[in-house]
């Protein structure tokens, strides 16, 4: 008889057991192999953040890079257009100091030849004949000085920097920069000296300077 009684009571708990499984379940919504599916699902969402999020970083580095290369060929671009500029500078300077200097030494000659021909003229012992050769070489020194300067002016609104004109027994020689300098230029620099000077053609050198 009590043997009959522990198997009956068992019993009812092994149904009572059952009974609360099955209500959990039911409460739950959540089937028992949900459980591994429902761990893979989370697993896979969050293999994909992981995946999307170093996406996100790999077309940063991307952009990162890319800035870099276009920042390099800018101041590569930079620094090239500096130089060029320094050496046209350096150009323009080697060039203004030759011109410059070239007109220093022709004006020191002429004014060495003015002083030489006026202490002729107005020396006393200087013979009529000689003072009439020397009026006569101011008058041509004067007048080739003027055409010295007229024709530099006219030369250089033709698009040259600078020049320099020099004229001497009946012959002009113009230096120019080179560059501009081509054969419609030479020949309307030649003009210009013939109009400012009365010089023929045959008689004008047109040189380039090539500092």
Same mark, same amino acid.
């Given at each position: 008889?009590?043997?009959?009684?522990?198997q009956l009571m068992v019993?009812?708990?092994?149904?009572?057991?059952?009974?609360?499984?099955?209500?959990?379940?039911?409460?739950?919504?959540?089937?028992?192999?949900?459980?591994?599916?429902?761990?893979?699902?989370?697993?896979?969402?969050?293999?994909?953040?992981?995946?999307?999020?170093?996406?996100?970083?790999?077309e940063g580095a991307k952009?990162?890079?890319?800035?870099?290369?276009?920042?390099a060929k800018k101041n590569?671009?930079?620094?090239?257009?500096?130089?060029?500029?320094?050496?046209?500078?350096?150009?323009?300077?080697?060039?203004?100091?030759? !011109?410059?200097?070239?007109?220093?030494?022709?004006?020191?000659?002429?004014?060495?030849?003015?002083?030489?021909?006026?202490?002729?003229?107005?020396?006393?012992?200087?013979?009529?004949?000689?003072?009439?050769?020397?009026?006569?070489?101011?008058?041509?020194?004067?007048?080739?000085?003027?055409?010295?300067?007229?024709?530099?002016?006219?030369?250089?609104?033709?698009? !040259?920097?600078?020049?320099?004109?020099?004229?001497?027994?009946?012959?002009?020689?113009?230096?120019?920069?080179?560059?501009?300098?081509?054969?419609?230029?030479?020949?309307?620099?030649?003009?210009?000296?013939?109009?400012?000077?009365?010089?023929?053609?045959?008689?004008?050198?047109?040189?380039?300077?090539?500092?």
């Amino acid at each position: 008889m009590t043997f009959g009684k522990r198997q009956l009571m068992v019993g009812a708990l092994v149904v009572a057991l059952g009974a609360a499984v099955y209500l959990n379940w039911q409460f739950s919504g959540t089937k028992p192999g949900e459980v591994a599916e429902s761990a893979q699902t989370s697993s896979e969402k969050q293999l994909g953040q992981t995946v999307y999020v170093n996406t996100e970083i790999s077309e940063g580095a991307k952009a990162d890079t890319s800035a870099a290369v276009d920042d390099a060929k800018k101041n590569k671009a930079a620094e090239a257009k500096k130089a060029k500029e320094t050496a046209a500078l350096n150009m323009d300077t080697d060039t203004n100091d030759y !011109f410059s200097s070239e007109r220093k030494k022709r004006t020191q000659s002429h004014d060495e030849a003015l002083k030489s021909l006026q202490d002729i003229v107005q020396a006393d012992d200087s013979s009529g004949t000689a003072k009439q050769e020397a009026v006569k070489a101011l008058e041509k020194l004067t007048s080739a000085i003027k055409a010295e300067s007229g024709i530099e002016a006219e030369v250089c609104t033709k698009g !040259f920097r600078d020049c320099i004109a020099l004229i001497n027994n009946g012959t002009c020689t113009v230096i120019v920069p080179s560059a501009g300098l081509n054969d419609a230029t030479a020949i309307a620099i030649k003009d210009i000296v013939n109009r400012q000077s009365g010089i023929g053609f045959d008689k004008i050198t047109v040189t380039p300077y090539n500092g």
